[in-house]
């Protein structure tokens, strides 16, 4: 006979278990194709968040849209991820036990974030708020993101930097797999 333990344990595995999320809707209510989250993803202010089809973000992500994201087409968004809008480090050392007491405080940072069509985030990403990514883009695991980024850029470290080119990266598979050569165009072009 299982114990307690063990068979409050099943339960909890099989109803509350990590799992994708397929019927994410845009501000209208339509559900938006291909798009896929995990449900042990954090999504703060999703009225503030616009994602375009074919989008995956995975497990244990926090996405904070206060002040407006955007995920565009094709982009994967791995486990770990924070995507902020927001950020006080600064101004709550400012303003120290007075933090929670004034409004429009100095050095709280405010900025929307955006992501280009077919980007990677790599694990354990932080993107801080202002940043913007062009499309085809790779961000590398444990990176440190801020500013913005060119198109096709490979982006890692902390604090990030470009570091390379994903068409250099891509050219190689196209060379050797020439019928995705219109593929790649439709919408890297």
């Known amino acids: 006979m299982m114990s307690l333990k063990n068979r409050i ?23 938006i194709p291909d798009v896929r989250i995990g449900n042990t993803t954090n999504l703060g202010n999703p009225e503030n968040l616009n994602i375009e089809t074919n989008v995956f973000i995975g497990h244990y992500n926090t996405i904070d849209a206060s002040n407006g994201i955007t995920i565009n087409e094709g982009c994967q968004i791995t486990n770990y991820i924070s995507i902020l809008t927001h950020s006080s480090h600064i101004s709550i050392r400012l303003y ?7 409004k429009d405080l100095v050095a709280y940072n405010k900025a929307s974030v955006s992501i280009g069509k077919y980007c990677f985030i790599g694990p354990h990403t ?9 499309k085809g ?33 891509d050219k190689p598979y196209l ?15």
């Open 175 to 189: 060379e050797k797999h020439p019928e995705l050569l219109s593929f790649y165009k439709n919408w890297a072009e």
């Open 126 to 134: 932080v993107i801080m708020p202002g940043t913007t990514i062009g």
């Open 9 to 31: 344990f099943n339960y909890m595995w099989r109803h509350f278990k990590p799992s994708m999320n397929s019927l994410v809707k845009d501000k209208k209510g339509n559900i």
């Open 137 to 169: 883009s790779l961000v590398s695991a444990y990176s440190y993101v801020k500013g913005e980024f060119d198109e096709f850029s490979i982006i890692a470290g902390n604090p990030a930097k470009k570091i390379g080119d994903t068409r250099e990266l």
């Open 96 to 102: 120290g036990a007075e933090y929670r007491k004034h």
